[in-house]
């Protein structure tokens, strides 16, 4: 690391106590800048970098609400508008306990280098809140979306920020968010992605970051001419992006054999098919319930609680070919990558965002091992978001097929853009490296373009 790049870190550092995610998410990108801005001093000359790191606003706010037994709860709302120099801010809003505001200025942050990957023009944001849905009725949970709205609904708009889901946000509570939305300015509008289908929403939005992630562990496999088939897939996680890549490797030919939520995992040795599949999406978005509930259905599987004392995840520590981190961050330790490698995995597609340590990442790229980062392999998610919205301004809808093909031509830009970028800065195979400098670069020239501000 050069001391350009190692001063900046204990100043990001300084600046923002207590935020561990955030200062993670910058120094994994900073040092893989430390390449370019050797090469290119305009850019910190114009101090690009330091300005990418400061988000450009942060809304902060107080979401007071009734709950069903008539007592107020009081939860906080955020919204990062981190950067827009390439289009309006774009980013999902995350509906979960441990949300704080370092966590989502990480998701913020790599989403500015995802979303311009995607080719798409958008810049990036995050938000969301501490308000946990779990538990909480359908009532409850309108009545929180409208109170969260109430204030988001002056910050946000079709052209200046369009927030998604993300862990604790589907298709319910956007439709709760819309319509609170709607009340409040008059007006039908593209402002949130994920929408429901008679309501402005695309098809395959749910499906895509799944299906993106899929494609693009496909893709990796290809520099190899090796495919999906016959392969052996560790999932964590059990939710939307979960689901969908499951599914898609199933169409793919690959063999998933666990899954997981917050209490614990199953593994099902003779693998999750579409049957199982199916029960596992009426279990999580239809009852609500725990994965448990699996391997209590399918003898073949075995169901392993989360322990919170032991030091790795039991979850990577099977034979199997690929891994697709699929619930949160820093999910995979240095033990867990240790142990994902003797296990003989060498595709990992992470669906989460950064769901590896640092420690584990560089165990990755060391090994040499296909690695594709969340940046570029979960890209496919806001990718169709990009598509929704450009739906929406043409009042008009694509069918399945031209969605698919059009995110699949997506995710297959996307890995050329990390593997040419990695071989032009001399780091070839390495997908972070090759993630971090394309995304940054088109964001940096836009923002030298546009001057400071
Ligand atoms: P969901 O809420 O649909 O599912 C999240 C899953 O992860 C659940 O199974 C949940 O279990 C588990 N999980 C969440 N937090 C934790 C935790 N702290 N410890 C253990 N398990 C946990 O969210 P998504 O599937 O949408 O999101 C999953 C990941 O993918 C996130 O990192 C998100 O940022 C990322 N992502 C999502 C995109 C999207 O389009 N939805 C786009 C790009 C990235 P439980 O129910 O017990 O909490």
């Given at each position: 690391m050069n001391d350009y790049v190692s001063a900046l870190l204990v100043d990001v550092q300084g600046k923002n106590p207590a935020e561990p995610e955030f200062h993670q998410a910058v120094q994994e990108v900073a040092e893989s800048l430390a390449l370019v801005l050797d090469r290119h001093p305009e850019y910190r000359h114009s101090r690009v970098l330091e300005r990418i790191i400061e988000p450009e606003r942060v809304i902060l706010f107080r979401v007071p609400w009734v709950d069903d037994k008539g007592e107020v709860q009081i939860n906080r709302g955020f919204r990062i508008e981190m950067n827009s120099a390439i289009g309006p801010y774009k980013g999902g809003l995350r509906f979960h306990p441990s949300v704080n505001l370092g966590i989502l200025k990480f998701l913020a942050f790599e989403q500015v280098f995802k979303n311009s990957l995607t080719t798409l023009p958008m810049g990036g944001g995050k938000g969301g809140s501490?308000?946990?849905?779990?538990?909480?009725s359908d009532n409850e949970v309108m009545r929180f979306c409208q109170s969260f709205m109430s204030e988001l609904f002056r910050h946000?708009?079709?052209?200046t920020d369009v927030p998604a889901g993300d862990i604790g946000v589907g298709g319910r509570e956007i439709g709760f968010l819309f319509g609170q939305y709607k009340r409040l300015r008059n007006e039908f509008t593209?402002?949130?992605?994920?929408?429901?289908l008679n309501w402005g929403g695309s098809l395959i939005r749910p499906e895509a970051t799944g299906y993106g992630c899929v494609y693009f562990a496909q893709e990796m496999l290809g520099t190899r001419k090796?495919?999906?088939?016959?392969k052996v897939c560790l999932v964590s996680g059990s939710g939307n992006v979960a689901q969908y890549t499951v599914e898609k490797l199933l169409d793919l030919g690959g063999k998933p054999v666990t899954l997981s939520d917050s209490s614990g995992s199953i593994f099902d040795e003779a693998g999750i098919d579409r049957e199982k599949l199916s029960f596992v999406m009426d279990l999580k978005n239809?009852?609500?319930?725990?994965?448990k509930e699996y391997a209590e259905k399918y003898q073949s599987a075995v169901y392993t609680e989360t322990d919170p004392?032991?030091?790795?995840?039991?979850?990577?520590?099977?034979?199997?070919q690929c891994a697709f981190p699929s619930a949160?961050?820093?999910?995979?330790n240095g033990k867990d990558a240790a142990n994902l490698l003797r296990q003989g995995v060498y595709v990992i597609g992470e669906?989460?965002?950064?769901?590896?340590?640092v420690e584990a990442v560089n165990q990755f790229v060391d090994a040499g091992i296909l690695y594709g980062p969340g940046k570029a392999a979960n890209a496919g998610g806001v990718a169709v978001s990009g598509l929704e919205m450009a739906q929406n301004s043409m009042r008009y809808g694509w069918t399945r097929k031209e969605v698919d093909n059009r995110l699949q031509l997506i995710m297959s830009s996307i890995h050329e853009a990390c593997v040419g970028t990695a071989d032009r800065f001399g780091v070839p195979g390495n997908y972070v490296d090759g993630a971090n400098i394309a995304g940054f670069l088109k964001v940096a020239d836009a923002m030298m373009d546009q001057g400071v501000v």
């Open positions: 501490d308000f946990d849905p779990k538990g909480k946000i708009g079709p052209n593209g402002v949130l992605t994920g929408k429901g090796e495919t999906l088939e016959g239809v009852r609500r319930g725990r994965i004392r032991l030091d790795h995840n039991p979850l990577w520590d099977h034979k199997a949160t961050q820093n999910e995979i669906g989460a965002n950064m769901p590896a340590t």
